[in-house]
Structures are given as C-alpha cells and as structure tokens.
C-alpha cells in the first residue's frame, strides 16, 4: 500500500473515530478535504493535514476525505472550484483553503488558528 | 492571412446560435465542438448572448446546455431573462439546461500550497455528462483572475480548460470583460480561445445608444467581417446584417400606382416599378403625408397590405386629417391591410427603429410601406445614408414598393438629399411656387430609373377629391399658378369667346348673303318665266291670225265666182 492510500485511510479512520465527538463541540474541529483522485496533490494535502491535526489540534479534529471523481455531485453542491480545497465547517465561521497545506504558517492563520494556552 | 475556400466553409461543422442575423454572418453560426469567445464591456450583452445559445439550443436544435455562471445566481439569471420569454425554470426541469453557479469571493479563499482548477472540470464534466450537453457557456471566467490572481497556474489551468472543452467536443462560448485600450480583454483569454472570436459593443452618440458586434475571427470559415449593429429587446437579441442583401435582388416589370392618376400619367408606364424606392421631396405644407396616404390608399384598395411608419404624427391623427382630402384609412385599417407604426425618433437609435421596422415588415408581409418622414431621423449623414441603404435593400429583396417622404427646406436641395438619390429609383420633388403674393404647390419627377417621364413642373391641388394635377400653364415666366394661371384661363376663355363670336358673325353674314342671292336668281328665273310665257303668248295669237286671213281668203274667192 502506497504512503498516499495509507494516509487516506488514516484520514477516514481518524475521521471514523472522532465521529462521536458533538457536531460543534468547543475545541473540535470538522474539516472536509475535498480531493479528486489520487493524484500527487491530493495525497499531499491529505498528509499535510493529518500531520498539521495531529501536531496542533491532537484530538480536537474531525477529518473527512471527499473524492469528487467518486462523487462529482459534490463539486457543484459545496462550491469547490480548485483542488484540493479544505473546508473547515466547524467552529464557525466556515472557512475554505486551497492548496496542497505545505505551508504551516499559512494554514494556522487561515484557519484563525490560536494555540491552547497552555 | 487565412484564404477562406468554399469547400472548408462548407466542411466546417456549425452549431447554429439561433440568434438572428448573426448565424447569417458566420454562415452557419459558432464552431461546433470549438469554444467562441465573446468579448464586451459591461452591459453589452455577453451573458444574455450566451443564455441565447444555451436557450435556441436546447429549444430548437435539440442540443443541451450548460451555463457555468461566475458572476450570477441562477435565481438571478432565471429572473432577468424570464422577461425574454425564456423560460429556464423549464428547461432546468426538463433536463435540457444546468446552470452552475460558481461562487468565487476572494475574501473566501486562502490559499497554501499548490492547487489546480480541477473541481472546476469536475463540475462542468459532470453537468455535461448528466443532461448529455452539447453546449457550455462560462461567464464570465474572468472572475477567476480575480477570486485567485493571475499566476501561472490559472493560466496553466485555462489552456488545461480550453483544450479540455474541445476534447468533449461541447461547442463552448466564453464571454470575457473588453480590456483597455488596444486590449481585447482584460486578461488576454483570446490568446487560448483562438477559433473563433466575436466583440461586442455598446456606443453612445447623441444620448443614443446603439450596440454593435463584430466577427474578429474565425477559423476555418468565412464570415461578415463589418461591424453589426444588434439589438436587445423583448425579442432577445438581434443582429442585423441587412448590408448582406447586397444588389444581387430580382426585379419586377409590374407596375404599382402611386394613388393619384395625374402623377401614374406622368410616369411612362403609369405608376412605380414594384419593388422600386421612391423619394418625395418637399418643404412643408405641400402634401407629403397626402401623397403617402393616396399610396397607401391605392394598394389597400387592391386589396394589398401596407404599413405607413409614421415619425410626426399619430395613427388617429393621420386617418382624421385624411379624411379631409377623401381618403377613409381608418377602414383600412379595421379590415386589416392597413397598419401605422408611430413612433418619435428620438426615441430610439437608427438601428432601433431599423430593426422594428423590419420586424414589422417580416411580422406583416406588406406589398407597400411608407415611411414618413425620413428627414426625422436623427444622426450623422453616413450614418442615415447607411440605415435607409440597409432598409432599401431589405425592401428590394422582398419586392416591397417604398415611398419615403422628406422634408425639405425652401427650394435648395440640401446635400442630405443629394446622397439619398443614388438610393431612389424614382424622385418626385414637390415644390413651393411662390408668385403674385401667393403661395401654390408644383411637383415634377426628377428622375425615375427606367421609364420616360414628363418633363413638366405640373400645378396641383389638395382637396376633397385627393390630389389633383392641373393642366400646365405656361407663360412667359414660366408654368403659372394659382391666380395667375386663372387670369390666363379667363383672358384665354375671353380670345376664344371672341374668336367664336367672329366666327358665328361671318357665318350669319354668309347666310344673308347666300340667302340674298338665292333671292335674286329666284327672282331673274321669274323674269325669263314670265317673258317666256309672254311669247308663248305671241306665238299663237300670230298663228290664229294667219288662220284667220287664210279663211277670209277662201270666203273671198268663193265670192268671186269660183265656182264649178
């Protein structure tokens, strides 16, 4: 199994797992990456945000992986234009990023990302 | 420099736009399985054009479409073009139309990493695939530069696009913002879409706007190369490429009366050429909308149809005033062979009132059209000349006799009326007379193409009975007119009057005379008579007297003795 497919099913399998977590609970936060394909930079953007959750957000994340050449309807109905584009739909406000997420800086500030006091 | 060939215009599939006029300047309509990029500033109708496409498309020519709209709500689209009698709510439902509204809001975008556009072709192919499209419409694409910059990757992304849209063989239309000066559009989308380009145009001159589209290029095809003016109304959109007639129309022998004897008597063979252009030329108050009226009169009364384009004055107001010189349009028009179209001129461009006067002309199938006045029209000469060039030929290649009245003014001929001749095959010239402290009307034919013609300035008059030409007086000075002619007719009355007075005087002299004479021979005959008698008389009185002496002679011998 490629790195990629293996970062995919990670993807769907952290997503499985934080799938009891309250739909806008404090602190959690839902992400759809919308991929098409496997291309290079789909599987990219799947492990950049993996590893950008598991860095930051450590079981505060709910990742869904959403392949438009399976299901194309998507596309139209969730305005996704460039791929891959992420989707964070919770907390609010929803916020959209394109991109292969190789930059870290540029994600946390895209996503109004503040780090827990700690 | 492409040398167009028949053979490849004709080998070149084409998917009619169904927009009228302009799959007549492109022989056919757009590329078919090519993107058409559409270029305009705003408000020139680039989206409505391509909402055109889609709609004929999946109305008319059974081809499916589908609208991916970067600009507008499908909710928006729906309710502007629903006034055009385009119902997308339907089509939508029948399966026939998509419209995907792509939603690009830079403010909405972060970007981190590398990214392609390939949602976007996910999008189009599955709305293509689902409905089996043969066209799309993206408009306007240019809104991508501005959600996501101009960077190599959107350009990488449009020529992936482009090349994708003619690999599925969907006839595509892109509709992209005219840039500044020089530029076609704002980003220069006409470097990837290169088959076929078409700009659009919106001008103002005089407070009159007029738009106007051009076929930059073609690949592979002919096509119109001048600059058409379009019209969008109730209608949708209309181009009109009336320059395309040409002079290559068919003529006709037969003859049409102009409505008044005098002026068909004046014309060699008695009225107008059918399908000729006639001018009527006049300052005021010498009866054009009369001479009109009796044209439009005479068809109608043949049981022809007619329209009258009236630009001064109103339906009613022409029917009530032409009852005054015995014309009753007005039943005309209830039976339907008559029609007025009134309108001010300023209300609309030149090409406006072009193309409704055509548009009516098409709708009502008219054997005669009047259009009066046409010096109402308001715009530069060329353009004027250009406009009526363009109804003229329409006319012609319908075989639709035309009379257009012009006012001019005073007896100079302007130059406006020198350039609008070559255009007319007959031109009556209606004049003032001025002599004598009045004012009277004379018309005479200045030319007409193709006949004889009288040479005479002919007096007439406008009355009860409609136009009547006078016979010509011809003085000293010239034809006379009014009074002066009538003081002719009197003194000319006066000499015959005496002429035939001397006449009746030697005639009755002559009697006397001849009587006289008769009298004296019947007199002289008498005379011989009676003389004859008088010696008929004498003749037999002498022989009674020889009787006599010869019986007194033998009485005396017997006397004598004689006896044996």
Redesign the interface.
């Known amino acids: 199994m490629s790195p990629a497919r293996k970062a995919m099913k990670v993807a769907a399998a952290t997503a499985e797992s934080l799938g009891n977590a309250a739909v806008g609970a404090d602190g959690v936060y839902h992400f759809r990456l ?1 991929v ?1 394909g496997q ?1 290079p ?1 789909s599987m ?2 799947i492990e ?1 945000l993996t590893t950008l959750c598991d860095t930051h957000l450590p079981g505060r994340h709910r990742i869904e992986v959403l392949d ?2 399976l299901n ?2 998507l ?2 109905q969730d ?7 992420l989707v964070r739909s919770l907390p609010p406000p929803l ?9 870290p800086e ?2 946390l500030i ?2 109004d990302y503040s780090r827990p006091a700690t | 420099m492409t040398i167009h060939t028949k053979t490849t215009a004709e080998s070149l599939s084409k998917a009619p736009s169904g927009i009228a006029g302009l799959d007549e300047i492109t022989f056919g309509g757009l590329p078919t399985g090519r993107p058409t990029l559409i270029a305009g500033a705003a408000g020139c109708g680039k989206t409505l054009f391509g909402l055109t496409f889609l709609v004929k498309g999946a109305t008319v020519y059974d081809e499916p479409g589908v609208l991916m709209s970067f600009e507008e709500r499908a909710g928006d689209l729906i309710a502007n073009v629903s006034s055009l009698g385009y119902d997308l709510p339907r089509l939508i439902a029948e399966d026939k139309l998509i419209i ?1 509204y ?3 809001e830079r403010s ?13 072709f ?2 189009l ?3 293509i695939d689902k409905i089996g499209a043969k066209r799309v419409v993206l408009d306007t694409l240019e809104s ?1 530069f501005s959600g ?1 910059g101009d960077g190599p990757v959107l350009r990488a992304e449009l020529r992936r696009l482009f090349q994708w849209l003619k690999d599925r063989g969907v006839s595509a239309v892109i509709t992209a913002e005219r840039g500044s000066e020089g530029q076609l559009t704002r980003h220069g989308l006409e470097e990837y879409v290169s088959d076929c380009v078409i700009a659009l145009d919106n001008r103002v001159d005089e407070q009159i706007t007029t738009r106007r589209l051009r076929v930059l290029k073609y690949r592979g095809s002919a096509h119109g190369t001048n600059e058409y003016p379009f019209l969008i109304d109730a209608g949708g959109i209309s181009v009109l490429p009336v320059t395309s007639a040409g002079l290559s129309h068919s003529i006709s022998d037969e003859v049409v009366s102009s409505g008044i004897p005098g002026i068909d008597a004046m014309l060699g063979i008695g009225g107008y050429y059918k399908g000729s252009s006639i001018l009527l030329s006049g300052p005021s108050g010498t009866g054009k909308t009369t001479f009109g009226s009796r044209f439009v009169n005479a068809a109608c009364v043949a049981g022809q149809r007619a329209i009258y384009f009236s630009f001064e004055e109103s339906p009613e107001q022409i029917v009530r005033n032409m009852q005054s010189v015995g014309l009753d349009l007005g039943a005309h028009v209830k039976n339907g062979l008559l029609r007025f179209e009134s309108a001010r001129p300023s209300l609309f461009g030149l090409e406006m009132h072009l193309v409704l006067m055509i548009r009516q002309i098409d709708e009502f199938a008219p054997s005669v059209v009047v259009v009066d006045p046409i010096s109402a029209f308001r715009g530069s000469e060329s353009e004027i000349h250009a406009t009526l060039l363009r109804l003229v030929d329409y006319l012609k290649v319908k075989g639709i006799t035309v009379v257009f009245n012009n006012l001019v003014n005073g007896e100079q001929n302007d130059k406006n009326e020198q350039s609008l001749s070559s255009l007319m095959d007959v031109w009556i010239g209606l004049h003032d007379l001025e002599a004598n402290g009045e004012r009277n009307r004379g018309l005479f034919v200045l030319k007409a193409r193709g006949m004889s013609h009288s040479n005479q300035i002919r007096e007439y008059q406008l009355g009860p009975d409609g136009v009547t030409l006078i016979e010509p007086y011809i003085g000293q000075h010239g034809v006379l007119t009014g009074s002066a002619r009538i003081v002719q007719e009197a003194q000319e009355e006066a000499a015959a009057q005496e002429r035939r007075d001397e006449v009746n005087r030697r005639q009755r002299e002559f009697g006397e005379k001849r009587k006289s004479a008769e009298r004296q021979i019947a007199e002289t005959r008498e005379a011989l008579a009676r003389e004859e008698a008088e010696l008929l008389a004498l003749d037999t009185v002498d022989q009674r007297r020889e009787e006599i002496l010869a019986a007194g002679r033998f009485a005396a011998a017997t006397r004598r003795g004689a006896r044996t």
């Open positions: 919308y098409a291309t930079k990219a953007a950049n438009l050449v194309p309807e596309a139209a305005q996704i234009m460039a791929i891959p584009t916020k959209r990023m394109i991109g292969t997420l190789s930059d540029r994600f895209g996503l | 995907d792509v939603r690009v909405e975008i972060e970007q981190s990493g590398e990214y392609d556009l390939e949602g976007l996910v999008r192919g599955y709305a991508l996501l």
